[in-house]
């Protein structure tokens, strides 16, 4: 899971952790796909990942400028007809935070040296 180009923090992340049920996986899929499209077109959207397990298991994690980028978006829904149909037709159990991220590293292998003696953990 490669995280999507951020700016330098702070900014804030929605996180998504969830258990699905496994009904309506079609349904789930283009619901997904509506809801990114959709917030791509949010002020204040950054980029959003997700990764979820063949148990159903998941997290998606979106990225936004600040708070009120993020209250705005869930504002979009109005009245709430997403929310509803996802409690009752894809998931067993959902929970949501929502962080302010200060500080953000990042380390790849192809952009390692390879002589280096190891790696470095930032506190």
Known sequence: MRPPALPRPPYHVAIFR??????DAAGYR?????MLEMAKLQPGFLGM???EGDDGEGITLS?????ASIRAWRGHD???????????????HYALQIARVERA?????????????GAVFPV
Do not use: L
């Open 78 to 92: 109005a009245q709430g007809v997403t929310r509803e149909k996802s409690r009752r037709g894809w998931y067993e």
């Open 30 to 34: 283009e619901a997904r796909r509506d």
């Open 105 to 117: 590293y990042d380390w790849s292998h192809d952009e390692a040296d390879d002589d280096a003696p």
């Open 49 to 51: 990942e997700s990764i």
């Open 63 to 67: 990225y936004w400028t600040d708070e």
């Open 18 to 23: 969830y258990r699905r049920n496994g009904e």
